[in-house]
């Protein structure tokens, strides 16, 4: 007869109470890039002002468009070329101190300008101090967040923090622009620095370098990744990674294609869009609530371009988005009037849609060539996406003293954003790059 005392095995496939609450607790990584949203959203105001000043200044201090648009060019330059040095800044000291450094300077230069009497200070503040702390703002942060953080949903998390900056604008853009209306451009200057200020308490507080700070594996990953010792000489790591980078083909070719990417947009539209629809009758509010619109359309279609980044062939979106900006951009010399029209709402829905789509798989295409070194690499791309900003910020302007108009710079970049749609399929694909060595 068989015992009745044999105690059963308890199911195994049983979970607990605890690790069911774990398994369903929210991952760390997720507030993180929900504090970064947040970050790039308070930054996003000084994106937002550029455009803005150019008819004020112009009538204030009677300083050419050129050189106005000269400061603005030494703002998106710089906003570039620091971006590399930033990343690998982070590396060295943690992704919290950097930003909070560089929206501190952000605010300083803006708050600076209110003095200013002279073209050379404009150049101080808004084109040194502010492209210098911007550039620590720029999409290497996004991209350092999510490489550290994320190892599933990086084309998704890319997309959503790149919407972050069109967000700021959606909100700052029709604030700056009636202040500048009613009450000049100075309380616009003053705004742009205390929003920048205040979110510098928010991320000394609640932003995390590493997930191995708070003992978690980054989201999606296997393992636990301990984290990375500080990486010493950033500067020597930066310029080692450009000159072990620009030894491969598909560098030169993400470079020139962000370049034209960059000219396209924060040069050419950005800067010169209120403007050249103020030439055109149209009040500075509607022309800048135009903007924003389009930065609510940005949000929608980057955040949809990081969820086709991480399902389709990189280089066709690529040029996909950019075949259709160069359409885009041909027909709008046509459709800017006194009034906003239905023509015109079209392009702005149409273009936003496709602002900044082209960052998620421009990131996507570095971490699959360069790998580790890939937030460094594509600081370096994203500086020539802000050189062909900055080359574009001032030839619009002296095209405009020059001609009178800024058609002929729409048409240019039109025929750009073609080029740049032809060298994105000619992208190779393939496994990281070794070309890349760690310093």
Same mark, same amino acid.
Request: glycine content about 8%; hydrophobic content about 55%.
């Given at each position: 007869?068989?015992?009745?005392?044999?105690?059963?095995?308890?199911?195994? $496939?049983?979970?607990?109470?605890?690790?069911?609450?774990?398994?369903?607790?929210?991952?760390?990584?997720?507030?993180? +890039?929900?504090?970064?949203?947040?970050?790039? #959203?308070?930054?996003?105001?000084?994106?937002?002002?550029?455009?803005? &000043?150019?008819?004020?200044?112009?009538? !204030?201090?009677?300083?050419?468009?050129?050189?106005?648009?000269?400061?603005?060019? %030494? *703002?998106?330059?710089?906003?570039?070329?620091?971006?590399?040095?930033?990343?690998?800044?982070?590396?060295?000291?943690?992704?919290?101190?950097?930003?909070?450094?560089? &929206?501190?300077?952000?605010?300083?230069?803006? @708050?600076?300008?209110?003095?200013?009497?002279?073209?050379?200070?404009?150049?101080?503040?808004?084109?040194?101090?502010?492209?210098?702390?911007?550039?620590?703002?720029?999409?290497?942060?996004?991209?350092?967040?999510? *490489? =550290?953080?994320?190892? !599933?949903? =990086?084309?998704?998390?890319?997309? #959503?923090?790149?919407?972050?900056?069109?967000?700021?604008?959606? %909100?700052?853009?029709?604030?700056?622009?009636? %202040?500048?209306?009613?009450?000049?451009? =100075?309380?616009?200057?003053?705004?742009?620095?205390?929003?920048?200020?205040?979110?510098?308490?928010?991320?000394?507080?609640?932003?995390?370098?590493?997930?191995?700070?708070?003992?978690?594996?980054?989201?999606?990953?296997? !393992?636990?990744?301990?984290?990375?010792?500080?990486?010493?000489?950033?500067? =020597?790591?930066?310029?080692?990674? &450009?000159?072990?980078?620009?030894?491969?083909?598909?560098?030169?070719?993400?470079?020139?294609?962000?370049? %034209?990417?960059?000219?396209?947009? *924060?040069?050419?539209?950005?800067?010169?869009?209120?403007?050249?629809?103020?030439?055109? @009758?149209?009040?500075?509010?509607?022309?800048?609530?135009?903007?924003?619109? #389009?930065?609510?359309?940005?949000?929608?279609?980057?955040?949809?371009?990081?969820?086709?980044?991480?399902?389709?062939?990189?280089?066709?979106?690529?040029?996909?988005?950019?075949?259709?900006?160069?359409?885009?951009?041909?027909?709008?010399?046509?459709?800017?009037?006194?009034?906003?029209?239905?023509?015109?709402?079209?392009?702005?829905?149409?273009?936003?849609?496709?602002?900044?789509?082209?960052?998620?798989?421009?990131?996507?295409?570095?971490?699959?060539?360069? @790998?580790?070194?890939?937030?460094?690499?594509?600081?370096?791309?994203?500086?020539?996406?802000?050189?062909? +900003?900055?080359?574009? +910020?001032?030839?619009?302007? /002296?095209?405009?003293?020059?001609?009178?108009?800024?058609?002929?710079?729409?048409?240019?970049?039109?025929? /750009?954003?073609?080029? $740049?749609?032809?060298?994105?399929?000619?992208?190779?694909?393939?496994?990281?790059?070794?070309?890349?060595?760690?310093?």
């Amino acid at each position: 007869m068989t015992q009745t005392s044999d105690i059963p095995a308890a199911p195994a $496939a049983s979970p607990t109470g605890e690790a069911v609450r774990r398994r369903r607790r929210v991952h760390r990584a997720w507030f993180v +890039a929900a504090v970064a949203f947040v970050t790039i #959203i308070g930054a996003a105001a000084f994106r937002s002002l550029p455009g803005l &000043l150019i008819d004020p200044l112009h009538q !204030e201090f009677g300083w050419s468009r050129a050189t106005i648009g000269l400061a603005v060019s %030494i *703002n998106l330059a710089l906003y570039g070329l620091t971006a590399p040095f930033a990343a690998a800044l982070m590396d060295r000291y943690g992704i919290r101190r950097v930003v909070a450094a560089a &929206l501190t300077v952000i605010a300083l230069g803006s @708050g600076l300008t209110v003095w200013m009497t002279a073209a050379w200070q404009l150049l101080l503040c808004w084109g040194l101090l502010v492209g210098l702390g911007s550039g620590s703002m720029a999409l290497a942060f996004a991209a350092t967040v999510t *490489n =550290r953080w994320f190892t !599933e949903r =990086r084309g998704l998390v890319t997309g #959503i923090l790149t919407a972050a900056a069109a967000s700021g604008q959606l %909100i700052f853009l029709p604030l700056l622009s009636w %202040i500048v209306q009613e009450h000049q451009w =100075r309380p616009a200057a003053v705004t742009v620095a205390l929003a920048a200020l205040a979110v510098v308490p928010f991320v000394w507080l609640l932003l995390r370098d590493h997930p191995a700070d708070v003992g978690l594996a980054p989201y999606g990953a296997k !393992e636990f990744v301990p984290k990375p010792p500080p990486v010493p000489g950033a500067a =020597r790591r930066t310029l080692s990674v &450009l000159f072990s980078a620009a030894r491969t083909g598909p560098f030169w070719l993400l470079a020139g294609t962000f370049a %034209i990417c960059g000219a396209s947009t *924060n040069g050419l539209v950005q800067t010169h869009f209120v403007p050249a629809a103020h030439d055109h @009758g149209m009040p500075i509010t509607a022309a800048a609530s135009l903007l924003a619109v #389009i930065g609510v359309f940005d949000v929608v279609g980057t955040v949809a371009s990081g969820w086709f980044t991480d399902r389709f062939d990189t280089r066709r979106l690529l040029a996909v988005y950019y075949a259709l900006r160069g359409v885009s951009l041909l027909f709008l010399p046509m459709l800017l009037a006194p009034s906003v029209h239905p023509p015109m709402i079209f392009f702005i829905v149409f273009y936003g849609l496709d602002w900044v789509a082209t960052v998620p798989p421009t990131i996507a295409l570095c971490r699959e060539h360069y @790998g580790d070194d890939s937030a460094i690499v594509f600081g370096w791309v994203l500086a020539s996406h802000q050189v062909g +900003a900055a080359a574009v +910020a001032f030839a619009g302007g /002296l095209a405009r003293d020059v001609f009178g108009t800024y058609d002929v710079v729409w048409y240019a970049s039109g025929a /750009l954003c073609a080029a $740049a749609a032809l060298m994105a399929l000619v992208i190779r694909r393939g496994a990281p790059s070794r070309a890349v060595a760690a310093v």
